[in-house]
């Protein structure tokens, strides 16, 4: 089965700089890759995705680029707020059936 | 759009007895429902892929006797702890395929004393 791997564990930036988290994945047929975002005892929150065609994709301080041929894909927030603080998790699907999560990277964005 | 509620939000049982925990689609129908368990300070862990009309796929290493799943329609799946034991402690999401992306639920907090 599909294997996604995240790093880092935790990150910890001053307001204002930007953010960068990593996942690769396993399964050559994934190719469908979301970023989810959750606050403490709430529900994920899809933040933003892409797929195997594209090889970036931004939305205003949000941006995830892929590389299909190393299997990984990576997370760019740039100018963090303290509201961005929380747990971001990557995940892989193949065919948008199933995801696997990575085991995610809690972001604390100091004042 | 895309609202899946999730009901209880919060339950306490004891050990022994059964959970039911209900997931709805408000504003679509959803043909697949995924049901997660995710402990504290960990992933988001797949237990098995609910389908509206047939029988639940499970993950490996997921009793499927124990965590039993019903998608008796196209908003409604249900997952039942059976014999709730104190490990079973977690907090359980769903998510229902709308029509490619996930939506998910907000989570049942099961604590079993």
């Known amino acids: 089965g599909e294997n996604v791997e995240q790093h880092p564990s935790t990150l910890s930036v001053q307001e204002g700089d930007s953010a960068v988290i990593k996942c690769t994945y396993s399964d050559s047929a994934s190719n469908y890759f979301p970023w989810y975002k959750q606050e403490l005892g709430k529900r994920p929150q899809l933040i933003i995705d892409?797929?195997?065609?594209?090889g970036e994709k931004k939305d205003q301080r949000i941006a995830v680029t892929l590389n299909k041929t190393a299997k990984h894909f990576s997370l760019h927030i740039t100018e963090t707020q303290p509201e961005d603080s929380a747990v971001y998790f990557c995940?892989?699907?193949?065919?948008?059936?199933?995801?696997?999560f990575g085991a995610g990277t809690t972001v604390t964005v100091r004042a | 759009g895309a609202v899946v509620s999730q009901h209880p939000s919060r339950v306490i049982c004891k050990s022994g007895t059964s959970v039911k925990i209900e997931c709805r689609s408000l504003?679509?129908?959803?043909?697949?429902m995924f049901w997660y368990r995710q402990f504290p300070k960990q992933s988001l862990m797949l237990m098995a892929t609910s389908n509206e009309g047939s029988k639940a796929t499970y993950e490996q290493g997921v009793e499927k006797d124990k965590f039993l799943i019903n998608h008796a329609s196209l908003t409604l799946s249900t997952l039942t702890v059976t014999s709730a034991h104190p490990e079973d402690s977690s907090f359980y999401i769903c998510?229902?395929?709308?029509?490619?992306?996930?939506?998910f639920g907000p989570g049942t907090r099961l604590t079993v004393l």
């Open positions: 892409i797929r195997s065609n594209v």
């Open positions: 998510s229902a395929k709308y029509p490619i992306e996930q939506f």
């Open positions: 504003d679509f129908q959803a043909t697949t």
């Open positions: 995940a892989a699907s193949a065919n948008d059936y199933k995801l696997s």
